[in-house]
């Protein structure tokens, strides 16, 4: 099985609001990684976890803040974001992060910020 | 500069008609090249991992080859349900994941 799921499938938020995108992988995955993708472009790194911790941020505004609480979950906390932020936000997870792992990806949220 | 270039941008297809799309790399040692089909609006989802020059998958209608700067993915008779953007990547020195721009390709009944 190479799932990866995410919740919501879509979101709509102000720009004064605070939410959270979740991820989660049971295929024993100890990397994770958050994508950003706009329309007609391809997927751009955000972030990447190896083994729980922070590896990767691709100097990304802090208002996303991700956060891993287990090897099999990844969170992507939302606050304040402007309306250049709505975009298809997409999880991926592989073995571990060595150069030369598939990364499979999740369905993604679709963000709109108003 | 670590870089990867699909063509074409887009590709028209009838029914049956048989193509090969196209991505040249240059990267600074390969460590895998890969390819994704995106449905509109879904996150990528894995097709194959080409790790050597010569190596050669196959999957249903899709067989994708390397060289030393580019892979195809050929597609034989291809049906509508193969419309999608076709992504490929590359890891690049930094250890990130760096995609093409893709190819989208329609086909028509």
């Known amino acids: 099985d190479t799932e990866v799921t995410q919740t919501p499938k879509h979101l709509v938020m102000g720009m004064t609001n605070k939410k959270s995108l979740k991820c989660e992988q049971h295929m024993g995955h100890r990397a994770m990684y958050w994508y950003k993708q706009k329309a007609k472009k391809p997927p751009e790194l955000m972030f990447v976890?190896?083994?729980?911790?922070?590896?990767i941020n691709e100097s990304v505004p802090s208002r996303f803040s991700p956060e891993c609480p287990n090897s099999s979950l990844l969170n992507l906390h939302l606050h304040a974001l402007q309306p250049e932020d709505s975009a298809l936000y997409l999880c991926?997870?592989?073995?571990?992060?060595?150069?030369?792992?598939?990364?499979?990806f999740g369905p993604g949220t679709r963000l709109l910020v108003l | 500069e670590d870089q990867v270039t699909q063509s074409p941008e887009a590709l028209r297809l009838q029914e049956g008609e048989s193509s090969s799309l196209n991505c040249s790399y240059t990267?600074?040692?390969?460590?895998?090249l890969f390819w994704y089909r995106q449905d509109p609006g879904k996150g990528p989802e894995f097709l194959f991992t080409?790790?050597?020059a010569g190596e050669e998958k196959e999957k249903e209608r899709l067989k994708a080859t390397l060289t030393k700067k580019e892979s195809f993915l050929h597609i034989t008779a291809p049906k509508p349900e193969d419309s999608a953007t076709y992504l490929c990547?590359?890891?690049?020195?930094?250890?990130?994941?760096?995609f093409g721009q893709g190819t989208e390709l329609s086909v028509k009944p």
């Open positions: 080409l790790y050597s």
């Open positions: 991926a997870s592989s073995q571990d992060s060595r150069d030369g792992e598939t990364q499979y």
């Open positions: 976890y190896s083994y729980e911790k922070l590896s």
């Open positions: 990547a590359v890891y690049n020195q930094g250890g990130k994941l760096i």
């Open positions: 990267v600074s040692g390969l460590r895998g």
